[in-house]
Structures are given as C-alpha cells and as structure tokens.
C-alpha cells in the first residue's frame, strides 16, 4: 500500500474521517482512507475500502466506499492485514 497523501471519507453524506491518509494498492488499485497512518501507527482507527481501478496522484476524497469499518492493529500477524505492506 503506498501512500497518496491527505484523504476524507464520507459515507451516505456523513463524514467519517475528516483529514486523514489515502494509501492505494500498486497492483489492485484499492484504496483505503484512514484516521491514522498505519505506517507510523500501526493501525487505521475509521477506515473505508474502495476499488477504483485506477492510480491515485495525489489526496483522495472517497465518497463511495465499498465497505467502511474500524481498526485497532495493522500487525502483520492479524488477518487481513498480514498481507499489507506500508509504504
């Protein structure tokens, strides 16, 4: 997962996180908008995930997740996050 910057996420027009971090996946092109910084952190806090099939430039404003949830621990011993490398 790389990071793209600043990202919001909404949801059915109620914001859930106000100013936090895109990252997109290199292969897949998922994103994910989260509270926290997973790399510095090591978890999400409010996250949303959604599928754009194409490449971020720059922040993300995702207003159409897939899913939203939240996020205690991107250890890599935890399903799903083990197969998740911050960048």
Not at 57 to 83: E, H, K, Q, R
Request: with cysteine; proline share 5%.
């Amino acid at each position: 997962m790389i990071e793209h910057g600043r990202g919001q996420l909404s949801q059915k027009g109620q914001e859930i996180v106000a100013s936090g971090f895109a990252h997109q996946c290199s292969k897949c092109k998922m994103d994910i908008v989260s509270d926290d910084d997973p790399e510095q952190h090591g978890l999400l806090g409010n996250y949303g995930i959604e599928y754009v099939g194409w490449t971020l430039l720059t922040s993300y404003t995702m207003t159409n997740p897939d899913s939203v949830g939240y996020n205690t621990s991107t250890s890599p011993t935890i399903a799903p996050w083990d197969s998740y490398v911050w960048y």
